[in-house]
């Protein structure tokens, strides 16, 4: 099995600053793409930025400028990094990765179960 973990999330004020963490680990041959959603009450849930293999990234417009996603060199971990938070910013933060499996052909989708992050005085 692949299993993605994240970890860094918590209540913070305006303007403030978090590192949210995701782990994978299993049976993995290869990580593609690794990605952060989120999904605030009552909303859908929407892409907050991505990075490939290669380290291309790409963000959401509501978040350029003050979040940055990086990749650690092996691959298996992706951070992202959120300066000047704001109310809005308010939602779980969930981990996505695009994962080729030992045991399965081709990419497959996976999530972590998400992490709260609160932005509020």
């Known amino acids: 099995q692949v299993r993605l973990v994240e970890s860094g999330g918590g209540l913070v004020q305006p303007g403030g600053s978090l590192r949210l963490s995701c782990a994978a680990s299993g049976s993995i041959f290869r990580i593609n793409d690794m990605g952060w959603y989120r999904q605030a009450p009552g909303k859908e849930r929407e892409l907050v930025a991505t990075?490939?293999?290669?380290?291309?990234?790409d963000y959401a417009d509501s978040v350029k400028g003050r979040f940055t996603i990086s990749r650690d060199n092996d691959e298996n971990t992706v951070y992202l990094q959120m300066n000047s938070l704001k109310p809005e910013d308010t939602a779980v933060y969930f981990c996505?990765?695009?994962?080729?499996?030992?045991?399965?052909?081709?990419?497959?989708?996976?999530w972590g179960q998400g992490t709260q992050v609160t932005v509020s005085s």
């Open positions: 996505n990765a695009k994962v080729r499996p030992y045991i399965l052909s081709g990419e497959h989708d996976y």
């Open positions: 990075i490939t293999s290669g380290r291309s990234t």
